[in-house]
């Protein structure tokens, strides 16, 4: 087990910086399974000039078309202030890492992972082609680091390795990650290309239902991690949780030393945690 962290007063590692919020209403350019339960959607077109996205654990919200509609509908944004007109209904919207932006080809990639019960897996599976049309709004703000931290640790479930996959491919060279990562089976991993002095560990959940396992906080728990400057975590509510209880109560981590988030919430749909980007 790691030993708990002495107190400092050093500057915070992550600065909030806002973005213009818009609602920009994009084509899908192509759909490229990346496992057999994790699907790339690459959107693109003009209004995505101006997109910034800042920090690899940013996220979009993805406005998908109803059953049956071309195109979800979109609200009206005056000076920053969203207003849905009446008699338009809200779409269903959705958040995703923007996992990779090329400002120039104007396209943007997002991975959703299937699951059963999912209306973004409905989506896919009835209505995505090239040429739909998807909004994506966001990201309303970035946590960018002040400076790179030596040492990150990061632990997430599928719906986060699209982020932890970013940070791996932006951090610099000496930087130390240890990473788990919790999937089902080998299938849903995938090759993490980095310049960091990556450890990762995989854990395998097999036959137990997603979002019911405390295999992340037991792994990471008794690791014996050497001390890390950062650590981001995310996934299933209940095992962001425990997780959660770990850095504060055991590592006495400081609450700017990490950042932990129930990126969704079993039995709930379109689960929400506060936060303040
Ligand atoms: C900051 C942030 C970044 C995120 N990035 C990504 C990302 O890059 N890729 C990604 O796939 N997800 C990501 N998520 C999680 C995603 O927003 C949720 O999983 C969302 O609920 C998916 O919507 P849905 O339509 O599939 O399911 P919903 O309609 O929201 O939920 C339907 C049912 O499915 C369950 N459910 C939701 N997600 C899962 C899951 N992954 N596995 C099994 N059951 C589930 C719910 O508990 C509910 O019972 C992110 C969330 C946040 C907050």
Known sequence: MTAPYPATDKEPLRRLTSHELRFRRLQVVSITPVTHRLTRVTVGGA?????TSLAPDDHVKVLFPPPGADEPSFPEVVAGHVSWPPGRSRPLARDYT???FDAKARELDIEIVLHEGGHATAWLRKQARPGAILGVAGP???HAFTRVPSSLLMAGDETVLPAIARWLRELPAGTDVHAFIEVNDSRDEVPLPTRANLKVRWLHRGRAEVG???????????AALPQF?????AGEAGA????????L?????PSDAFSARGYWKRGTDDHQEPHDD
């Open 229 to 233: 400057e950062y650590a981001f975590v």
């Open 249 to 253: 109560n055991e590592l006495r981590l």
């Open 240 to 247: 962001v949780k425990h997780l959660r209880l770990y850095l």
């Open 47 to 51: 209004e995505l000039d101006g997109f």
């Open 212 to 222: 019911t396992t405390t295999l992340l906080a037991d792994a990471v728990r008794s």
């Open 140 to 142: 309303r703000g970035s």
């Open 98 to 100: 923007p996992t990779r």
